[in-house]
Each structure stands twice: as C-alpha cells, then as structure tokens.
C-alpha cells in the first residue's frame, strides 16, 4: 500500500509540475464573496479556524478536519503537542482561546466575536485518530460554542472509526489509517461517507448532487505575487473551476486548505483532486482555491504545515498574518471587476 501511494503521488507531483510550467496569472470570474467558506485538514484546520475567527464578518463558514481551537499555541511551538492532545491529561483550554480572541478584537487585528453567532461550523475528529487526538478538537467546539456558535450551527462528527485523514466514500487508505496521504475512505450507516459533500451542505445548505465525474478544469496559477518566499506558501497553488463559473454564473469560493506533507509537492494530485470538492463544486456554482505551503527549513517547516504556531511571525493568528494575509488576496483577486463581469454574462 505504502509502495502504491509512493508511486500514486510520484506521478501526480509529475503531472503538476508540468502544469507549473504554464502557472499563470489568477483568473476572476463572477464571484459572490459574500459566499466565501474554508475547510481544512490538520494544519489546514488550524488555518482554517484562524481565517474562520479573523475574518468573521466575510466567511460564512468552515470546515476543521482534525484541527485544534483558535490561537492554541499562542505564538510557541512548545505547545503545540498540546494543541493536538498528545500531552496526557493536559488539554488546551479554550477559555482561553476565546479571551485571546476577544483581546484581538478589541485592538481590530481580527473581527468581532459577535460576527460568530451567525457562521456554520463543522468539525470531525475521527476516534482512530493519533496525531491530532480527540480531546484537542473537543476544545475546538467548546471555543466555537464560548465564541457564539451554537445549537444546528455547530457540527461536530465525533464517532467514526477514522485516522488522521480527510474521509471520502472510496479513495485512500482504510479507514483508520494514521498515514500518507492522509485520505481514507469509511463507511457510516452502510454508505461510503463523502466528507466534502457534508461539510459543505452544512454550511451553505441544500445543495444539489454532486456531479458522477468534474468536468472543469484545474488551473495552476502563480502564487508568489500573493505570497513572498518567506510565507514558507509554493510557487505555484491550484483552482478549480467549474464550466458554470467559465461561462459567468455568479460562483461561491470555497479554500480548501491541505496539512502537512499533503501539499501537491508530497502527495502529487491526491488532495486536490481525490477528496471530492471538486464533484460537489461541479453542480453548484463554486470555485475551490487551493493554496500550498511547501517544505523549507527557513523558516523552519520540514513538514509543510501551514502557521498555526508563529513560524512566520508574531501574528500568524490574526488579519495581518502573512500566511492569512496571502490566501485572502488571492480569494479577493477571484473577483473580477462589476463591468468585467458583467460582459461574461
């Protein structure tokens, strides 16, 4: 299996790095960013709460795989084994969290809490899992539920038998697997469990099926004029783009957002095309960005995790954060200008 993965993501890292020689310029389209939502994995849900919690008042909703509350670290990679309930009998206290995000608030490095009460959330955390264990992604609903998200809001999945991993109905490893490419398949209630497909109906509701097979297509685009080198991002990061939003329907975004040694330079196309955004993105109107972080020593990042500790600096958690700084420039770039629009219609 291991073999097999290798060579999966040997071929798919060869095929996107022929798509990086023709990285482009981020194209626009119609977009409503009003309809903006984030999920993540791991890392990738770490960021997704930090973006969630720092720009409440533009993101509608998110999706946090396996990821720990809100300014967990507080800007110390000593507690980040914490944050991800390794520390027997220490959990993160969210509390906490929920003060430290207040306290951002109140100085306008991040949006009002209040903004909270009216986003969907979904969190997962699978019972297999041994890298981010369940109590820290408890933590995770109790900041939400402290911060204002309650009652049909708040999803939290907490009783699948899963590993680390992003869950789709019948692509990856079994279901409790703790390895590469951190994407299994699990079956809940007799059908293959389509993760994408839940957190996404979760948060912006009815949502029509998603389609047997994407027909879009996946632009590579040049991501260093959004994020300089010393974000840690790639070069280069994907968007996929449905025939709808080609021909200038009024589209959604969601960021979906990979975890460590999950980038396209560790698992080839595996995340991008194999966790099941893009079926569900096909049928409803919705372009899915997907930004990369690669590995690099400097700053210190051997894994290729996105900032949820403060390797690229003291504000990685807020609206300032370089990381965050990058993935909402690029979001706001999707849109293109009213009479541009206009015209595609």
Known sequence: MKLMHSLLAAAGAAVLAQGALAADKLPAFNVDLAETSVSGLSSGAFMAVQLQVAHSASIKGAGV???????????????????????????????????????????RKIDSLSNLAGRRVYVFSGFDDTVVKQPAVDATVSFFTQAGVSGANLKYVNTVPAGHAVITPGFGNA???NASPYISHCTVDGSGYDQAGELLKHIYGNLKDKAATPSGRMVTFDQRSFAPASTAMAEQAYLYVPKSCEQGQSCKVHVAIHGCVQSAESVGDAFINNTGYNAWADTNNMLVLYPQ?????????????????????????????????????????????????????
């Open 175 to 177: 279901c409790s697997a």
């Open 65 to 107: 795989v396996a990821g720990g509350p809100y300014y967990c670290a507080a800007d110390n990679m000593m507690f980040t084994a914490i944050c991800m309930g390794q520390v027997p009998f220490v959990t993160p206290n969210a509390a906490l969290m929920v003060t430290a995000a207040k306290n951002f608030a109140s100085q």
């Open 293 to 345: 972080v690669n590995k690099s020593i400097v700053p210190t990042n051997p894994q290729g995790c996105w900032d949820w500790w403060g390797y690229t600096g003291v504000d990685y958690a807020v609206k300032s954060g370089a990381q965050i700084t990058a993935i909402m420039k690029m979001v706001k770039a999707l849109k293109a200008p009213a009479a541009a629009a206009a015209k595609d219609l």
